[in-house]
C-alpha cells in the first residue's frame, strides 16, 4: 500500500523550532521529488519547499526562505522539513506530497498525498 506519514507537528511558541518528517512506505523516494505544502484555516493550499530527486535541488516559498530546511534521507525512505523561528503566521496543517523526479509546486503534478500534521504556533 502506497503511503506518506507525515510526523512532528505540534504546538510551538513564536521563535520556536520543528521538524516534520514524512515516511514513505510501499514505493522508494528515490525517484520521487517531495513537496510540503500548508493550509491555514480559510485560506488556500500554498507550497511551502520542495527537494527534487535527481540532484536534490530545493525551492522555498519566500515566507519561508531562511527559516525552513528541507531534507532527504533515502536510505530511510524519509524527508524532513526543519522550521526555525516560528510565527504564529506558520500555523496550518502541513502536508507531504510526492511527484515524479522533479515537481514544481503545483498541487496537481503531485501523485501521493500524506494526511496532514498539525502545527501551530502560539504563545
Known amino acids: 500500500q502506497v503511503q506518506l506519514v507525515e510526523s512532528g507537528g505540534g504546538l510551538v511558541q513564536p521563535g520556536g523550532s520543528l521538524r516534520l518528517s514524512c515516511a514513505a512506505s510501499?514505493?522508494?523516494?528515490?525517484?520521487?521529488?517531495i513537496g510540503w505544502f500548508r493550509q491555514a484555516p480559510g485560506k488556500e493550499r500554498e507550497g511551502v519547499s520542495r527537494i527534487s530527486s535527481a540532484d536534490g535541488s530545493t525551492y522555498y516559498a519566500d515566507s519561508v526562505k531562511g527559516r525552513f530546511t528541507i531534507s532527504r534521507d533515502n536510505a530511510k525512505n524519509t524527508v524532513y522539513l526543519q522550521m526555525n523561528s516560528l510565527k504564529p503566521e506558520d500555523t496550518a496543517v502541513y502536508y507531504c506530497?510526492?511527484?515524479?523526479?522533479?515537481?514544481?509546486?503545483?498541487?496537481?503534478?503531485?501523485?501521493?498525498w500524506g494526511q496532514g500534521t498539525q502545527v501551530t504556533v502560539s504563545s
Open positions: 510501499g514505493f522508494t523516494l528515490d525517484i520521487y521529488g
Open positions: 506530497a510526492a511527484g515524479l523526479w522533479n515537481p514544481g509546486m503545483d498541487s496537481n503534478e503531485y501523485l501521493y
